[in-house]
């Protein structure tokens, strides 16, 4: 794949979404860090059942902080992994109000200390709280990055790292949220939606579902 079907992919993908989102419902950074930290091995629509319950009543780190663990549980037990979501979240309440000044730092080495916060959550919160240009690879743009080619890698990190190299600088402010879209409705993981997807001329994926 070269670097002019890239620029045309993205083009189609941006004609189509000129605006994209993210699916998980927040409104300030802080609200989107722990909608992204819950959200680990589970969907968006999960996690927003129980954030639009959670964030009328508890949506700072000393508000959530103070309902403690078991508290915060009974807004997340519908949740996957609730348990160490409620320790990891408490604890991170904890040290945004120790270290940071209650506010969302602004550097991935800072998002990552924080607990239950790796790579990917932290590319999240830069890119869709603080515009900037940065890659999160999950499960479906790691394997659209593979079985489009547009960035083919072994891992995510090398996804990461590709998509960051050959994705014009002119798309990069919105790719993930493109990507991750096009993964979770068209590209997807067990039957991809080939015959409907509008850069199946352009794909490399070598066993197109033509339906």
């Known amino acids: 794949m070269n670097k002019d079907i890239r620029h045309e992919i993205f083009s189609r993908l941006r004609e189509q979404n000129p605006h994209p989102e993210t699916e998980l419902n927040f409104s300030t950074p802080f609200e989107l860090l722990i909608a992204v930290t819950l959200s680990a091995q589970a969907t968006d629509v999960s996690v927003n059942k129980a954030t639009d319950k959670l964030f009328p009543v508890a949506n700072t780190p000393e508000l959530i902080f103070n309902l403690g663990e078991e508290g915060l549980k009974q807004y997340i037990k ?35 200390a924080l607990p239950g916060v790796g790579r990917k959550t932290a590319n999240v919160v830069l890119n869709t709280a603080f515009k900037q240009p940065v890659m999160a690879v999950d499960t479906h743009i790691f394997r659209v990055g593979n079985r489009t080619k547009i960035a083919p890698g072994k891992d995510v990190l090398e996804v990461e790292k590709r ?40 794909c490399e994926y070598k066993k197109k579902e033509l339906d």
């Open 163 to 202: 998509l960051m190299r050959l994705i014009p600088e002119e798309f990069l402010m919105d790719a993930h949220h493109w990507l991750i879209l096009h993964g979770r409705y068209v590209c997807i993981a067990r039957k991809p939606k080939c015959g409907s997807c509008m850069i199946e001329d352009l």
């Open 78 to 112: 519908t949740i996957g992994l609730f348990n160490s979501k409620a320790r990891h979240v408490i604890k991170t309440c904890r040290m945004l109000m120790d270290l940071h000044g209650s506010q969302v730092p602004q550097t991935r080495e800072a998002l990552e």
